[in-house]
């Protein structure tokens, strides 16, 4: 009896949009080598920077004291434009928040998943002098925003359908 209702509230989840979508947003992650199933095995060691060093033994203190911090992981390299409003994160109370990123072309809207890595991640300043080193933030959940749609000016893609990037948004180096 107990395990048919299991049975029955694991297929009415499978069903689920929400779960299906959370699904190809994380197989896509993986697939873009965003995020790994397996645990990292590192065999080169980095040397500590000299900053680290100099501070080292020192008491890290905690500032933030925020609640619900979310780290951004997104499918490529975001260059910093400036100060200001860079968008708007919809949707952060379902297990798969939209984030839209303005530009002067439009808007591109990006698809994420949130998950819960095992390692806590740390942002730390150090002070010149040495005597400590500042904990600004850490983060117990990430968010992976790992597929991305240009959608253009809402005024001409209402729908919000999937358009072609512009080439303007894209920066080609050569080494």
Not at 92 to 101: A, E, F, R, S, V
Not at 112 to 123: F, Q
Request: proline share 6%; aromatic share 10%; net charge positive.
């Amino acid at each position: 009896m107990v395990r048919a209702a299991k049975q029955a509230e694991s297929s009415s989840r499978e069903l689920n949009p929400e779960v299906i979508e959370r699904k190809r947003l994380k197989g896509l992650a993986i697939s873009n080598n965003i995020l790994s199933e397996t645990p990292v095995k590192s065999r080169v060691h980095l040397n500590p920077s000299k900053i680290v060093v100099k501070h080292h033994g020192k008491d890290i203190l905690r500032k933030s004291q925020r609640k619900n911090r979310y780290l951004f992981s997104f499918p490529g390299l975001i260059a910093p434009i400036g100060g200001g409003k860079i968008g708007e994160l919809k949707d952060l109370g379902t297990k798969n928040p939209i984030l839209y990123l303005d530009f002067p072309q439009g808007q591109m809207k990006l698809f994420g998943t949130i998950v819960y890595p095992k390692n806590r991640y740390l942002t730390l300043q150090f002070s010149r002098g040495g005597k400590n080193a500042m904990c600004e933030d850490y983060f117990d959940n990430m968010i992976v925003f790992s597929d991305a749609w240009w959608i253009g000016r809402k005024d001409e893609n209402p729908e919000e359908a999937k358009l072609e990037f512009p080439k303007e948004l894209f920066e080609v180096s050569t080494f």
